[in-house]
């Protein structure tokens, strides 16, 4: 069974407990670390710990939620061993995963309806890293 590491702010907080959902119910395990409310809160509470248990190992993957998808993403890159792609439409999904090996996946909740947020989220699950000469590529990307 796949891990997976799930969070979001209060913008992502709907389309995620949907995912969330969807994850569930196809059998995959879910770390899910928040938010739990539709309070405001600040992105980066939530998307540091899903860029840590992608980068431990914890999780195979992830998914973060926020507004536009711009700060979880900024926020995720951060950390060395993360590739987070800002993804909202299905066809960019694949190619992330397809080209960049990317481990986070980030969706803009507030351009994204749910059903195409389900649709990028199985790309991005489902898709293989090609590897060949986008691994050459992927591999220049840390800079430790």
């Keep these: 069974m796949q891990r997976i590491a799930i969070g979001s702010d209060h913008a992502g907080f709907n389309q995620k407990e949907s995912l969330k959902q969807w994850l569930l119910n196809n059998g995959f395990e879910v770390n899910d670390f928040g938010t739990h409310t539709l309070e405001s809160v600040d992105y980066p509470d939530f998307a540091h710990p899903v860029a840590e248990s992608v980068e431990s190992g914890n999780s195979e993957l992830g998914l973060l939620l926020?507004?536009?998808?711009?700060?979880?993403?900024?926020?995720?890159?951060?950390?060395?061993?993360?590739?987070?792609?800002l993804c909202w439409k299905e066809e960019i999904a694949t190619l992330a995963r397809l080209h960049n090996n990317a481990n986070i996946v980030c969706i803009p909740a507030r351009f994204v309806s749910d059903e195409e947020a389900e649709k990028i989220l199985k790309a991005f699950l489902f898709t293989p890293f090609e590897g060949g000469r986008h691994k050459q590529r992927v591999d220049k990307i840390s800079c430790g």
């Design 66 to 85: 926020c507004g536009s998808a711009n700060g979880v993403a900024i926020t995720a890159n951060k950390h060395q061993g993360i590739r987070a792609a």
